[in-house]
């Protein structure tokens, strides 16, 4: 299992967190990015800068996934996409999408999505706060937890 986070937009506090996970669990780490991005120092950590453009760094995790692997993402298409390849995918506030949880929120973007166009203010989500900042480490935890049986 390696894990996949798509950096552009993770919070760099839950990239903390995934670092400290990163090395403790020695778990190799890619953050993948258009953008050059800081990693500490560690045999398990490493970033990966990919081409500006749509969805390229999306499309190169997808092709870096394999079963089994985890991805940290809020993009729900990404999302999508992973787990039809068998990969786990557990967005920052700690949500982990499901084959079954997925279809939903596909849904739930594409409304959002019309809306928006049609002119409804939608808002955006609220500021990451502690409390999603526990959950997510929780989550990870758990997830790692079951790896290491």
């Given at each position: 299992?390696?894990?996949?986070?798509?950096?552009?937009?993770?919070?760099?506090?839950?990239?903390?967190?995934?670092?400290?996970?990163?090395?403790?669990?020695?778990?190799?780490?890619?953050?993948?990015?258009n953008k050059l991005l800081h990693c500490p120092p560690s045999?398990?950590?490493?970033?990966?800068?990919?081409?500006?453009?749509?969805?390229?760094?999306?499309?190169?995790?997808?092709?870096?996934?394999?079963?089994?692997?985890?991805?940290?993402?809020?993009?729900?298409?990404?999302a999508a996409e992973v787990i039809a390849k068998g990969g786990?995918?557990?967005?920052?506030?700690?949500?982990?999408?499901t084959k079954d949880s997925i279809r939903e929120r596909l849904?739930?973007?594409?409304?959002?999505?019309?809306?928006?166009?049609?002119?409804?203010?939608?808002?955006?989500?609220?500021?990451?706060?502690?409390?999603?900042?526990?959950?997510?480490?929780?989550?990870?935890?758990?997830?790692?937890?079951?790896?290491?049986?």
């Amino acid at each position: 299992m390696k894990i996949l986070i798509d950096a552009d937009a993770c919070p760099k506090v839950i990239k903390e967190i995934l670092f400290r996970a990163a090395d403790r669990r020695q778990i190799p780490t890619t953050l993948v990015a258009n953008k050059l991005l800081h990693c500490p120092p560690s045999p398990y950590i490493r970033a990966m800068q990919v081409p500006h453009g749509f969805d390229v760094a999306d499309n190169k995790i997808v092709e870096m996934t394999e079963a089994g692997d985890l991805i940290i993402t809020a993009d729900i298409p990404l999302a999508a996409e992973v787990i039809a390849k068998g990969g786990h995918v557990l967005n920052p506030r700690g949500e982990l999408y499901t084959k079954d949880s997925i279809r939903e929120r596909l849904t739930m973007r594409d409304f959002m999505d019309v809306l928006r166009s049609s002119g409804v203010e939608t808002g955006g989500p609220a500021a990451l706060n502690q409390k999603d900042r526990q959950i997510f480490a929780n989550q990870l935890d758990r997830m790692l937890a079951r790896r290491a049986r």
